[in-house]
């Protein structure tokens, strides 16, 4: 059985998809903790009412973000993780902790990643006049929203849509996004070739929402 700790900061939106996909699909893993950098982080009542262990690790309680990371890594690292998924963990990671975790750290940006790394990929995306916008499946590396894409989910941008609207429709592409891609992760479906991300059998690796 794979282990997978979940890192958050709020809402915790796509945990009772990852949960629900994990038994449904009976994938050889186990959500075994959901650690959050925020005590108030929604998302932990989420977690514990889906019979998962939480632990709040407060990121103002350490001196820097070296301090932080190693508190954070030792909790992590208490579960022996075989995949560690970030779900809206809203820091920014030191190179050290990305290092730790190579090759088994997963991230959903709400963006067509490489467009619209950061924050406010809606706002940023409207005021674009993008047609599409989406969310993409990556595996962590040091540089912020970087690294090798998994899969990708594109919905339309509606004329009449404003940050909120558009926001809402992303996430519930991710609700479809991050189940597929966390799937293909613990059944070793996936492989990186010179930093392109394969699906063994083939699978298509994006889900496009109609209008
Ligand atoms: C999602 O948009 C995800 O892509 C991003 O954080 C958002 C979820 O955060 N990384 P939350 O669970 O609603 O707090």
Known sequence: MKRIVVLISGRGSNL?????????EQWPAQLV????????????????????????????????????????????????????????????????????YAGRLINIHPSLLPAFPGLHTHRRALEAGCKLAGATVHYVTPELDYGPIIAQAAVPVRADDTEATLAARVLDAERRLYPLALGWAVNDALRVENGLVRQRDGQAQWLVFGA
């Open 16 to 24: 009772p998809s990852i949960a629900e996909a994990c038994a449904r």
């Open 33 to 100: 903790a959901v650690i959050s950098n925020r005590p108030e982080a929604a998302g932990l009542q989420v977690a514990a009412a889906a019979g998962i262990a939480t632990q709040a690790l407060d990121h103002r309680a350490f001196a820097g973000r070296e301090a932080f990371d190693a508190a954070l890594a030792e909790a992590i690292d208490a579960h022996a993780p075989d995949l560690v998924v970030l779900a809206g963990f809203m820091r920014i990671l030191t190179p050290g902790f990305v290092e730790r």
